[in-house]
């Protein structure tokens, strides 16, 4: 009865893809733009972060090798950053009770899948037969995988000061380049270059030609065999309060985004010289219910070393344009191993990591009052037990963990289908300001897994099919000093944001968000500085829509509002326009902004997400009085031949100069230009 009932939904999910596929991508969805707007998601919250380039990543990755969702696991499923581990496990719960799925459009029958989700999933997501598959030999893997090369180039089209007077070492360039071959989701190896603008090219200390240099080799879902990676890798286990390598998200306009999504290990192919290891990594299915993995690290780092080895501060920067970074670059070593062993049930999993490392050199950190804690050695050890329970439509999560001197820290979580229409966030998390875990990215209101306890509430309600909202409240105080406050102090973050969807080619939101804390202040009436709140709200509005056939349209408009203690308020206002338009007659694709912001300093800022090429993304601080404009076309001459161009232009009311130092522009804009060039063989 079940199999009938499943048939029958198969073949309703089937008409309506045959009815609604062509309209909603060729309409709305491209790749490309769905990526984006899922980066676009998870940006909104946080100010620029690198970390959005691991997300980025695997997106595209899926996007060219679409996941077969009847033989995924759960760790596969949420690795496209879209679900959550209920979610996954939903999806995983049907299949075993119903048979694998006939098309991806049967998802929006998965318990906690919205239609919304559903279409997100589309682009990077298959439903191929499972018992058809045919495991692949060595050779069709080295010969029938896909070769992609890419090369881009990016300059300010201005005179910076630093090129002028002789300040950066190399031209102002920047250059990327990066080829990979990919083989379904077994196999993987690749290679990326890159030098950012300043820095030399085949000259003083880059003789090789550039800057910075990362290859991998992947073999994965082979037999007993999960993962085995050589060269550069990055880690990610239980909730983050150990090891947590990669790149995370802090908290989204996704009330169940509050629960991390670990990855294991995976190759690493970016171009950020911080959020990666370097060396070998293996995770193997013991049996059906243990999976062991273990990996070594050896790396050189920056650092501001002198002769004797002696520094005081690791330099995150990546960039080595002047000959002061370029003696900084590569100066000590840091070596790091680690294992994690995890045992999985149908509803629970329990996992075990360890992990040690050290840094080469003598570490002496400049000590100051609020960072008396903070790690101050060379040498460092971390052990964390972490959980996973899912109780009918309930998810429960945590991680407990302990430093090598004795701090500790715990994480607590809940997500909970409590109503057909809503769902129910609880997160405490609680670290003592002495612990210590050099590669932990837990969640955190502080940035840092040290020093904080928290609770999180939050819910995500849905009124009617058409219409999500999203709150949460977050309150957290500090035991110790940080870096921004001279006493021991405390905040809460408060969100409110509906989304409303009339019909499949517009969304519209609208975001309130409240954020206090305790910080250091100045007081005209006080000669030194005194602990005070700092307030920040945001009110913001968003709207998506498709004009046309291929035209689509997204208009924005933010108000933000800063209060420092007793100082007068700040304010900023963003207006926002994009356009996006896929040429029928010609393989040509526009994509266009223009912005007018004014925002009395940088306290006031905003950030927006921006278009931009192939495996790029860019997330500006507006701030200032000024407009800013970019144009984005992608052409397609031939079927595997891509071309990017990128240009983007600030322009400033309120100055007669750009940047500062080095990177003054003695202009009241600045110009960005970008080309990207695509082969896939």
């Given at each position: 009865m079940k199999r009938h009932a499943h048939t029958l939904r198969a073949a309703i999910s089937l008409t309506m893809a045959a009815a609604c596929a062509a309209p909603a991508f060729s309409q709305a969805v491209t790749v490309q733009k769905a990526i984006e707007s899922i980066v676009e998601e998870a940006s909104t919250l946080e100010d620029a972060?690198?970390?959005?380039?691991?997300?980025?990543?695997?997106?595209?990755?899926?996007?060219?090798?679409?996941?077969?969702?009847?033989?995924?696991?759960?760790?596969?499923?949420?690795?496209?950053?879209?679900?959550?581990?209920?979610?996954?496990?939903?999806?995983?719960?049907?299949?075993?009770?119903?048979?694998?799925?006939?098309?991806?459009?049967?998802?929006?029958?998965?318990?906690?899948?919205?239609?919304?989700?559903?279409?997100?999933?589309?682009?990077?997501?298959?439903?191929?037969?499972?018992?058809?598959?045919?495991?692949?030999?060595?050779?069709?893997?080295?010969?029938?995988?896909?070769?992609?090369?890419?090369?881009?180039?990016?300059?300010?089209?201005?005179?910076?000061?630093?090129?002028?007077?002789?300040?950066?070492?190399?031209?102002?360039?920047?250059?990327?380049?990066?080829?990979?071959?990919?083989?379904?989701?077994?196999?993987?190896?690749?290679?990326?270059?890159?030098?950012?603008?300043?820095?030399?090219?085949?000259?003083?200390?880059?003789?090789?030609?550039?800057?910075?240099?990362?290859?991998?080799?992947?073999?994965?879902?082979?037999?007993?065999?999960?993962?085995?990676?050589?060269?550069?890798?990055?880690?990610?286990?239980?909730?983050?309060?150990?090891?947590?390598?990669?790149?995370?998200?802090?908290?989204?306009?996704?009330?169940?985004?509050?629960?991390?999504?670990?990855?294991?290990?995976?190759?690493?192919?970016?171009?950020?010289?911080?959020?990666?290891?370097?060396?070998?990594?293996?995770?193997?299915?013991?049996?059906?219910?243990?999976?062991?993995?273990?990996?070594?690290?050896?790396?050189?780092?920056?650092?501001?070393?002198?002769?004797?080895?002696?520094?005081?501060?690791?330099?995150?920067?990546?960039?080595?344009?002047?000959?002061?970074?370029?003696g900084e670059k590569d100066a000590v070593s840091e070596m790091a191993a680690g294992a994690n062993v995890s045992y999985r049930m149908t509803k629970l999993r329990i996992g075990v990591t360890g992990l040690w490392h050290k840094l080469g050199g003598s570490y002496q950190r400049n000590v100051h009052p609020y960072s008396y804690y903070e790690l101050n050695k060379n040498e460092n050890a971390n052990l964390s037990a972490d959980y996973r329970w899912f109780i009918k439509k309930t998810y429960l999560f945590g991680e407990f963990g302990v430093s090598q001197n004795g701090g500790l820290a715990a994480l607590n979580g809940c997500l909970a289908d409590i109503a057909p229409r809503m769902q129910l966030a609880l997160l405490h998390r609680y670290y003592q300001p002495q612990y210590q875990a050099y590669y932990a990215a837990a969640f955190a209101e502080s940035g840092k897994t040290a020093n904080e306890n928290g609770f999180y509430i939050g819910a995500n309600i849905f009124p009617h099919p058409k219409v999500k909202t999203t709150l949460y409240f977050d309150a957290y105080t500090f035991a110790w000093l940080r870096y921004k406050a001279m006493a021991p102090s405390k905040g809460f973050d408060f969100l409110l944001q509906t989304d409303y969807t009339p019909q499949p080619l517009c969304k519209m939101s609208l975001r309130l968000r409240y954020d206090t804390k305790e910080e250091n202040v100045a007081d005209e009436l006080i000669p030194t500085k005194t602990t005070d709140a700092v307030e920040k709200i945001n009110l913001r509005y968003n709207?998506?829509?498709?004009?046309?056939?291929?035209?689509?349209?997204?208009?924005?408009?933010?108000?933000?509002?800063?209060?420092?203690?007793?100082?007068?308020?700040?304010?900023?206002?963003?207006?926002?326009?994009?356009?996006?338009?896929?040429?029928?007659?010609?393989?040509?694709?526009?994509?266009?902004?223009?912005?007018?912001?004014?925002?009395?300093?940088?306290?006031?800022?905003?950030?927006?997400?921006?278009?931009?090429?192939?495996?790029?993304?860019?997330?500006?601080?507006?701030?200032?009085?000024?407009?800013?404009?970019?144009?984005?076309?992608?052409?397609?001459?031939?079927?595997?031949?891509?071309?990017?161009?990128?240009?983007?232009?600030?322009?400033?009311?309120?100055?007669?100069?750009?940047?500062?130092?080095?990177t003054q522009i003695n202009a009241n804009h600045r110009t960005d230009v970008k080309l990207q060039l695509k082969i896939t063989l």
């Open positions: 972060d690198v970390t959005l380039e691991v997300m980025y990543e695997q997106l595209t990755s899926y996007a060219a090798n679409p996941l077969n969702l009847n033989t995924a696991s759960e760790a596969e499923l949420l690795r496209l950053c879209v679900l959550n581990e209920f979610q996954a496990a939903s999806i995983r719960e049907y299949i075993a009770q119903n048979g694998e799925m006939q098309t991806p459009y049967e998802l929006q029958y998965v318990h906690g899948i919205t239609q919304e989700m559903m279409m997100k999933l589309l682009p990077f997501v298959a439903t191929l037969p499972g018992e058809d598959l045919q495991k692949p030999s060595l050779r069709q893997m080295l010969t029938k995988g896909q070769h992609l090369l890419l090369a881009r180039a990016m300059q300010t089209a201005e005179e910076q000061a630093g090129y002028k007077n002789g300040y950066y070492l190399g031209s102002k360039q920047a250059l990327y380049a990066r080829y990979r071959y990919t083989f379904s989701n077994k196999l993987q190896w690749g290679v990326t270059a890159d030098k950012d603008a300043g820095e030399p090219f085949g000259k003083s200390g880059n003789e090789a030609g550039f800057d910075f240099y990362s290859g991998h080799l992947q073999v994965a879902n082979t037999g007993a065999l999960r993962t085995l990676v050589l060269g550069d890798f990055y880690a990610q286990f239980g909730q983050g309060l150990s090891l947590w390598k990669g790149g995370t998200m802090g908290k989204s306009s996704d009330a169940f985004s509050i629960a991390k999504r670990g990855n294991g290990v995976a190759a690493y192919s970016g171009a950020n010289e911080n959020l990666f290891f370097r060396g070998a990594a293996a995770s193997v299915n013991v049996s059906k219910t243990v999976t062991a993995t273990a990996f070594f690290s050896y790396k050189d780092v920056d650092a501001n070393a002198d002769t004797l080895g002696v520094f005081s501060t690791l330099q995150t920067s990546g960039l080595h344009a002047t000959p002061k970074a370029m709207i998506t829509y498709s004009l046309l056939a291929g035209l689509d349209c997204e208009t924005h408009a933010e108000v933000a509002l800063y209060k420092a203690g007793t100082q007068e308020r700040e304010r900023g206002v963003l207006v926002f326009q994009d356009a996006q338009y896929k040429l029928r007659q010609l393989p040509l694709s526009v994509s266009l902004r223009y912005a007018i912001f004014g925002a009395d300093s940088y306290a006031s800022r905003m950030y927006a997400y921006e278009s931009d090429v192939l495996y790029a993304f860019s997330v500006p601080a507006y701030y200032g009085q000024g407009s800013r404009w970019y144009v984005n076309l992608h052409w397609q001459p031939l079927d595997r031949l891509d071309v990017w161009l990128r240009c983007a232009q600030t322009y400033y009311y309120d100055r007669d100069v750009v940047g500062s130092d080095a």
